[in-house]
């Protein structure tokens, strides 16, 4: 068709065609030019969508590395930290002796357990290491010696900071991380003295462990390079192959060099994102919505919602990991705009939800920077890091409160391109708190070291200057320690000795024999002693010592060795061999001195209870009227019975008193009411002979004192005053205080004593020429007055004037009194006789004369009925038979002694409860207890009084005998 000139209509072959190109082609080539574009689309948008995804997840995975970087960063810094404390403890005491090492670093590393060992290289050689155990072999190692370690010990003295080498394969076993810090000693008025070297071994599984390396169930594969701190050195954990895997990278300061972690996904970086094959679905649906538009929009939302889904998913798999976190999370743009946190840093900043829900930015920061302690550091970091977006920081915030938080900032990049900045802080409070403990203990340490230098020096001055051998074991028996005088035992130097053993000097039984011994020490709670015979390894002396071992503990309770002193005692041995001998010959004198003092009391004494008990029953009425010829003869009798009983007693004092055996019970004692009756007693006495007895002084006062003893030197005094006294004198008792004493002063109007007399008045048997007169005594009274008072802590003398008479005075302590019970009543004869004791009683005597005092005693109490045995049968046929109410036992029997009759009694049921008295002319105070402590109620010492003996019958037949 072609154009009508005539009509202007175009012909339909001009239809046909547009600038020579057939309709139908535009038609095709517009349809292949959507295609194409909807297919360039289709790549782009799968393009757009792989990089989308790609970005999401590297910014998941970099946030995760981050958090394991950080607590990498944490530990190890917090274990270098506090070894740097040991470090400053050995600048200042550059001498630490072992046991200061051991303490020192015990307290450090208490619950670290990364921290396998520390040791301490005093030039660049190992002396001190802690813990010993398992780790002796290292002593003495020089690291220079070492080519795995001199390069490392070499570059922290050059470079004079911390260098951390490794992961090392250790010996026991695992790997660990050698930290070398170097020590720089200060001197007085010259430069700075490298010392050595501290090393620190990190076991790396605790370290992987503890920083979250090892945890199962992670999202993401993690390797490692930097060994001896170059991050471009060999990988040392994980697989090597993920740095060649575009990881994402993260560098971890040293204090020397760095560490490169590589962190990928589990399974790598996938290719396309994960709905790839969804979008290209699709795009298919796009490239067909000519035809199935209806289709294809659905099919293009399910996409779009499924593709939503796994966003949203992503989404929540960082965040959950941010909120899993011990650190606080915070994401800004670089508009500074939060566009992210976890719910850690809002706890940690305090921030109210109010606050949050404003949406406020400057009103936040104005809340975090109020809480620091120095707000202006805080804001002129975070403005040099918005001016460098590329750089990294790490560093430490104070809080008002106490507080202390460790931050860290790093770029967030997408691609190669910075969109905003991640803070992480973790709240590092007790772990700083535990650094300062730690820093104020090596400050206090120092200072208490130099405090005690000079009681070190004076202290090891000692130990050379004690002549007794001292000598120190570790648990395995080496030497690590001993004085010049055991030295000397060895014929070897000091330093020579230590690090050697006792199988080096000794045969194998001598040094087994004192391995056994030293094992007997560390198991003891309690140092043991022997005495053993040594031979001299120096010049084959044998000596005896005397040996104290004990076990050395740590805090903790670990044994550290035993520690041995032994002093030379072969001559005090030879001696006390013959005091020995001559003491056993001593006791044998001193116990047939007892044995005849005790049989001579017990033949005395018989005798004389017939002779006081018949003749007090005489002076009583009890048995028939005397007329008073006959009185005054009973009296001579009864008193001279008294007087050879009086004998009889010094003598046991005096006998006492030679072997030590004087036992008192000292109280607050009154001295009115014991004044009162020592003059009652006496005046009998003194009106004999027309002497009056008087007191004077102050009244109410008290002493400390046994109120027998007492009792027996102010009868004894008074009696002396009365005796050697002029007929019609007088005898005068006062009671004074002396400054912090009592002074108590009996004075007579005698003759006097002279003064030359006076070294010899308290010697025993001097009676100062009275032995010539017809004045009774036996010259020992006043010794025993002088030893009583003297162990009642007082003092005893004497005054006199010839011709005018003498004063004998004594002084004890004042004491307060304590309310006193009353006393009982005296029972006399009469009580019995009035009917006031009922009962049945057994009398258990051998001898005649004495059961018959008895019986004619018990005549006068018509409420009581007497039995009597004198042998133990008898005694157990009466008790079966009759069972009395009262059993009075005499000790010493024929066939059975008493004490056996009494132990038959407690074992018979029906007989155990009746109580037992013990009557006996044996007056030793040892018999006396045992008897007591056999259980016999009471002891009655013949002769007896019979107002003694009726205050017992009225204790137990005081009440009616039942029917």
């Given at each position: 068709m072609t154009p009508d000139s005539q009509s202007g209509r175009v012909q339909p072959s001009a239809v046909r065609r547009l600038g020579g190109i057939p309709l139908d082609r535009w038609g095709r080539f517009a349809v292949l030019l959507l295609a194409l574009g909807l297919f360039l689309a289709a790549l782009l948008a799968e393009r757009l969508n792989d990089r989308y995804s790609a970005e999401l997840q590297r910014q998941t995975v970099a946030a995760q590395a981050t958090v394991l970087r950080d607590r990498l960063a944490i530990n190890l810094g917090g274990d270098i930290q506090l070894v740097q404390g040991l470090v400053a403890l050995i600048a200042a005491e550059p001498e630490l002796d072992a046991a200061r090492f051991a303490h020192a670093?015990?307290?450090?590393?208490?619950?670290?357990?990364?921290?396998?060992?520390?040791?301490?290289?005093?030039?660049?050689?190992?002396?001190?290491?802690?813990?010993?155990?398992?780790?002796?072999?290292?002593?003495?190692?020089?690291?220079?010696?070492?080519?795995?370690?001199?390069?490392?010990?070499?570059?922290?003295?050059?470079?004079?900071?911390?260098?951390?080498?490794?992961?090392?394969?250790?010996?026991?076993?695992?790997?660990?991380?050698?930290?070398?810090?170097?020590?720089?000693?200060?001197?007085?008025?010259?430069?700075?003295?490298?010392?050595?070297?501290?090393?620190?071994?990190?076991?790396?599984?605790?370290?992987?462990?503890?920083?979250?390396?090892?945890?199962?169930?992670?999202?993401?594969?993690?390797a490692m390079r930097g060994r001896d701190g170059d991050p471009d050195s060999d990988v040392f954990f994980g697989r090597a192959g993920i740095f060649d895997e575009d990881p994402v990278l993260i560098e971890l300061p040293l204090p020397h060099g760095s560490w490169r972690i590589a962190a990928i996904p589990h399974g790598g970086w996938p290719a396309h994102a994960a709905n790839v094959w969804t979008l290209r679905l699709a795009l298919l649906i796009v490239l067909l919505l000519v035809l199935l538009p209806a289709m294809a929009l659905a099919r293009t939302a399910s996409t779009t919602r499924a593709l939503s889904q796994r966003?949203?998913?992503?989404?929540?798999?960082?965040?959950?990991?941010?909120?899993?976190?011990?650190?606080?999370?915070?994401?800004?743009?670089?508009?500074?705009?939060?566009?992210?946190?976890?719910?850690?840093?809002?706890?940690?900043?305090?921030?109210?939800h109010a606050l949050l829900e404003t949406g406020d930015d400057a009103q936040i920061l104005t809340h975090v920077i109020d809480q620091l302690a120095d707000p202006e550091p805080f804001v002129r970091k975070v403005r040099e890091l918005y001016e460098h977006p590329d750089a990294s920081s790490r560093d430490t915030l104070l809080f008002r409160d106490g507080r202390v938080f460790a931050r860290f900032s790093h770029p967030q990049r997408v691609g190669s391109a910075v969109v905003g900045r991640v803070w992480s802080f973790l709240d590092v409070t007790d772990q700083t708190r535990a650094e300062q403990n730690v820093r104020e203990l090596s400050r206090q340490l120092s200072e208490e070291l130099e405090r005690s230098e000079q009681q070190r020096y004076l202290l090891q001055c000692l130990l050379s200057a004690i002549p007794d051998a001292v000598w120190m074991k570790d648990p395995q028996g080496v030497f690590l320690s001993c004085n010049p005088e055991f030295a000397q035992m060895l014929g070897q130097d000091v330093d020579r000795i230590i690090g050697t053993s006792d199988d080096d000097y000794f045969p194998p039984e001598v040094a087994e024999a004192f391995r056994a011994d030293d094992r007997r020490a560390a198991e003891s709670t309690t140092p043991i002693r022997c005495e053993e015979w040594i031979d001299y390894v120096s010049d084959a002396r044998r000596v005896l010592w005397a040996t104290v071992k004990s076990a050395v503990r740590a805090e903790d309770g670990r044994l550290l060795g035993v520690l041995g002193i032994a002093r030379d005692i072969t001559s005090q041995h030879t001696v006390l061999t013959e005091l020995e001998e001559a003491r056993n010959a001593a006791l044998q004198a001193s116990e047939a001195k007892s044995r005849f003092l005790a049989h001579m009391s017990h033949e005395l004494r018989t005798p004389l209870n017939a002779i006081i008990g018949f003749s007090q029953m005489l002076d009583m009425g009890a048995l028939d009227p005397l007329t008073a010829q006959q009185q005054t003869a009973v009296s001579h009798i009864r008193d001279s019975g008294r007087h050879l009983l009086e004998l009889i007693n010094d003598i046991l004092d005096l006998a006492r008193i030679e072997s030590g055996q004087s036992e008192l019970n000292l109280d607050a004692i009154p001295l009115d009411p014991l004044i009162d009756e020592v003059m009652a007693l006496s005046r009998p006495a003194a009106d004999g002979r027309r002497i009056c007895i008087d007191r004077g002084g102050e009244a109410g006062l008290h002493v400390y004192a046994d109120r027998t003893r007492l009792r027996q030197v102010l009868l004894n005094l008074t009696s002396n005053a009365i005796k050697y006294n002029r007929l019609g004198g007088r005898v005068t008792i006062d009671v004074e205080p002396a400054g912090e004493w009592v002074r108590i002063r009996v004075s007579d109007t005698g003759a006097g004593i002279d003064e030359s007399l006076r070294e010899e008045i308290f010697q025993p048997f001097q009676r100062l020429g009275a032995e010539k007169t017809a004045i009774e005594g036996t010259g020992i009274g006043l010794i025993i007055c002088k030893h009583l008072i003297e162990v009642m802590g007082g003092s005893i003398d004497f005054d006199s004037v010839p011709g005018q008479g003498s004063r004998f005075w004594f002084e004890l302590r004042p004491v307060h009194p304590e309310p006193t019970a009353r006393r009982p009543t005296v029972t006399t004869l009469q009580d019995g006789l009035d009917g006031q004791l009922h009962g049945c009683v057994l009398y258990v005597e051998d001898n005649p004369v004495n059961l018959a005092v008895m019986e004619h005693l018990f005549e006068r109490l018509p409420g009581v009925e007497f039995l009597s045995a004198i042998d133990g049968e008898t005694a157990m046929a009466l008790l079966t038979e009759r069972r009395p109410d009262l059993v009075l036992m005499d000790i010493n029997l024929p066939g059975m002694s008493g004490i056996e009759i009494l132990?038959?009694?407690?074992?018979?049921?029906?007989?155990?409860?009746?109580?037992?008295?013990?009557?006996?002319?044996?007056?030793?105070?040892?018999?006396?207890?045992?008897?007591?402590?056999?259980?016999?109620?009471?002891?009655?010492?013949?002769?007896?009084?019979?107002?003694?003996?009726?205050?017992?019958?009225?204790?137990?037949?005081?009440?009616?005998?039942?029917?």
């Open positions: 670093a015990r307290a450090i590393l208490a619950g670290r357990t990364r921290l396998r060992n520390v040791a301490a290289a005093p030039d660049m050689v190992i002396r001190l290491i802690y813990p010993l155990e398992g780790n002796t072999a290292a002593l003495g190692l020089d690291l220079r010696s070492r080519p795995d370690q001199a390069s490392a010990a070499d570059q922290a003295r050059r470079d004079r900071r911390a260098v951390l080498n490794g992961p090392i394969q250790l010996v026991q076993g695992g790997c660990g991380f050698a930290a070398r810090f170097p020590v720089h000693v200060e001197r007085p008025g010259a430069e700075e003295r490298f010392w050595g070297l501290v090393s620190a071994l990190i076991d790396c599984e605790q370290l992987y462990r503890d920083s979250g390396l090892l945890e199962t169930g992670t999202t993401l594969e993690v966003t949203a998913e992503a989404l929540s798999l960082t965040e959950a990991t941010l909120e899993a976190t011990d650190n606080g999370i915070l994401v800004i743009d670089l508009a500074g705009r939060v566009v992210s946190s976890n719910q850690r840093v809002i706890d940690m900043w305090r921030i109210p132990r038959w009694m407690r074992d018979h049921a029906h007989l155990r409860d009746i109580p037992v008295i013990a009557v006996s002319a044996n007056a030793i105070p040892e018999t006396i207890q045992a008897s007591l402590e056999a259980d016999f109620q009471a002891y009655i010492t013949k002769p007896f009084g019979v107002d003694q003996l009726l205050a017992q019958l009225r204790a137990y037949l005081g009440a009616p005998r039942p029917d």
